[in-house]
């Protein structure tokens, strides 16, 4: 069984950086891609970046473009989100989720064209806090 654990999250302030992390068991091959989303309190489950299982290729929403970056060690089966320059409207509950084998393309999953319950996602994590102070 597929499983995706989260740490990283914390308090930090506007400006600083954090890296959270996603560690994946029970893959089969390497094809999935992961995808990090978040949710705001009294706001929808939003699509924020995706690495994508043949080429590795990154996507971001604008709102975090140039910000953060989403990186993979397939060894390690882990995934990271370097967050930098954190903003207050950063704060959020962070989810790992894995779509394996991939169906989903990553540029629809960081426009949130998916929506609940899966959001094309076929497993997720239970979340790590972030929060940036102003």
Not at 9 to 34: K, N, R
Not at 42 to 48: A, I, L, Q, T, Y
Not at 109 to 125: A, C, R
Request: a negative charge; hydrophobic letters at 35%.
């Amino acid at each position: 069984e597929v499983q995706l654990v989260e740490s990283g999250g914390g308090l930090v302030q506007a400006g600083g950086s954090l890296i959270l992390s996603c560690a994946a068991s029970g893959f089969t091959d390497d094809d999935y891609a992961i995808a990090w989303f978040r949710r705001a309190p009294g706001k929808e489950r939003e699509g924020v970046s995706c690495i994508g299982s043949s080429d590795a290729t990154t996507y971001y929403a604008d709102s975090v473009k140039g910000r953060f970056t989403i990186s993979r060690d397939n060894a390690k089966n882990t995934v990271y989100l370097q967050m930098n320059s954190l903003k207050p409207e950063d704060t959020a509950d962070y989810y790992c989720a894995a779509s394996t084998p991939q169906t989903v393309h990553c540029a629809v999953v960081v426009k949130s064209l998916l929506g609940p319950p899966d959001y094309g996602m076929d497993y997720w994590g239970k979340g790590t806090l972030v929060t940036v102070s102003s």
